[in-house]
């Protein structure tokens, strides 16, 4: 409908993040270039830490290669921001993984286990923090957080935990 919109009034004061991404994946199946353009420069200009894991996810599906380039760059540079968005809980194993494989997260690795083990009991929709509910998720999540980084109180108060 967006696209319609801009197509016959040129209009986009209404739009968000995902809205402008809907149009775009409609813009690129109906070859309009012109929206197109202008949806990626509205998601490039209007990413932020609580979009960035969607403009990433959506990017990557739809062959998006700058736009993934971008929100990997934001998710790095303020992934302490990003871990408290409801987009980084939404987000599905294999973009939480392939982002915690980067070696250029700007956060420690305590803090990163933190992360996941919060994604890890949110995918399960469990509000208790019962170790066997979660405890597969995130055991797949935890060799890619650099468990040599953490200090030994660190590594026996969590990792070690789920490794077991």
Not at 30 to 54: D, G, T
Not at 87 to 115: P, T, V
Not at 147 to 159: F, N, V
């Amino acid at each position: 409908m967006m696209a319609c919109r801009y197509i016959y009034a040129e209009e986009t004061s209404d739009w968000d993040v995902p809205l402008a991404i809907a149009t775009l994946i409609c813009a690129k199946k109906y070859k309009v270039r012109k929206l197109a353009r202008i949806c990626r420069h509205f998601v490039q200009h209007h990413m932020s830490p609580k979009n960035a894991c969607l403009v990433l996810a959506q990017a990557q599906l739809n062959n998006e290669f700058n736009l993934a380039a971008s929100a990997m760059a934001m998710i790095c540079s303020q992934f302490q921001a990003v871990t408290m968005e409801q987009d980084f809980l939404n987000a599905g194993e294999e973009l939480l993984i392939q982002i915690l494989k980067r070696d250029d997260l700007s956060m420690r690795e305590q803090d990163l286990y933190h992360a996941a083990r919060r994604w890890a009991l949110y995918s399960n929709n469990e509000e208790v923090s019962e170790d066997s509910h979660f405890r597969p998720k995130l055991s797949r999540l935890v060799p890619h957080i650099r468990l040599p980084l953490l200090t030994p109180a660190q590594l026996c108060d969590g990792p070690k935990k789920v490794l077991q």
